[in-house]
């Protein structure tokens, strides 16, 4: 927050920057403003997910769903947002990934995102679900397997008009076998191990017994 006194104002004023002082100030409003419509949205997002959780139609058995009061959930990081360029592969390779049931599912490799956090640079591969046009982009970080599922978590890129994506950690989310055993889901490859703690998105699942 800005604070500017009265005296303080005057001398600024006097000195012909009172346009630049209010452009400034507008700046941070607009600021608080976007931060807030941001954290408004994820906030809507997380309880369209909660209210699929409770429902039938959800992944949860009968018991977690009566004793369900909702997922937990870092709180929302806007320093862990990404617009980044796609660096395409030199061919779509088709690879396959052990699931949480030790069987197969195949993917095409489109090639990597690179992002900067804390004054190194990161990177994770992108792929693309073998039939259709699904973006499947699973990871792992330090908090796997203390704070988050220790399988690792999920994170759906969305496509900018410029043709690059944003990587929105605040929307990391479990895949269903973390709920419970009767889901099959691919588990996160080697090459996306982040060495760094994505304190974001999905926490562990507390109603996983029952």
């Known amino acids: 927050m800005i604070r500017v006194g009265v005296h303080r104002m005057t001398r600024v004023c006097a000195a012909g920057?009172?346009?630049a002082i209010a452009c400034l100030v507008a700046s941070c409003s607009q600021d608080r403003s976007e931060h807030r419509a941001y954290v408004e949205s994820l906030m809507r997002h997380r309880s369209?997910?909660?209210a699929l959780m409770a429902s039938e139609n959800g992944p949860l058995t009968a018991a977690q769903r009566n004793r369900f009061?909702?997922?937990?959930?870092?709180r929302p990081r806007t320093d862990l947002i990404f617009d980044v360029a796609?660096?395409?592969?030199?061919?779509?390779?088709?690879?396959s990934f052990i699931t949480s049931r030790s069987t197969f599912d195949r993917y095409v490799k489109l090639g990597v995102l690179r992002f900067e956090f804390e004054g190194r640079t990161h990177e994770l591969t992108l792929f693309r679900a073998l039939q259709g046009e699904t973006l499947f982009l699973p990871f792992t970080d330090r908090t796997s397997g203390e704070k988050t599922?220790?399988?690792?978590?999920?994170?759906?890129?969305?496509?900018?008009?410029?043709g690059r994506y944003r990587l929105d950690f605040n929307r990391a989310y479990n895949p269903y076998c973390a709920y419970?055993?009767?889901w099959v889901c691919p588990i996160p490859p080697p090459e996306n191990g982040?060495?760094?703690?994505?304190?974001?998105g999905e926490r562990n699942f507390p109603y996983k017994d029952g």
């Open 69 to 74: 009061q909702g997922l937990a959930f870092f």
């Open 48 to 50: 369209g997910v909660d």
């Open 194 to 200: 982040l060495d760094l703690s994505i304190e974001a």
């Open 180 to 182: 419970n055993a009767t």
């Open 86 to 95: 796609l660096e395409s592969a030199a061919r779509a390779d088709t690879v």
């Open 149 to 162: 599922y220790g399988a690792g978590r999920y994170l759906d890129p969305e496509p900018l008009a410029d």
């Open 17 to 19: 920057m009172c346009g």
